[in-house]
């Protein structure tokens, strides 16, 4: 079954407020996942920042592995990292 279609001139108020009370829920949800993969994109950043290729070596600045090191390439958007 499916939901009575309005037109604009066969619309009613509790209706038309329904409607935008459900358009309005839509978007606050849009909101907070856009700001949880926008947290989760800098925590990632961060992360790449702090694994990072030492300057005269082969290893990870910070766990001391080969470099890349597990968590750069868990961490890499690219298939294979070789920074």
Known sequence: ??????????ITDD???????NASKGWRRGDRWKKRALA???????AL????????TNTCNDCGQEWP???ARAL????????
């Open 76 to 83: 890499s958007t690219e298939e294979t990292s070789t920074k």
């Open 15 to 21: 209706a038309l407020d329904a409607l935008y009370g």
């Open 49 to 56: 920042r702090i694994h990072t290729r030492g300057r005269r």
């Open 1 to 10: 079954m499916t939901a009575k279609r309005y037109t604009a001139s066969s």
């Open 69 to 71: 090191c597990e968590a």
């Open 40 to 46: 989760a994109e800098a925590a990632v950043e961060r």
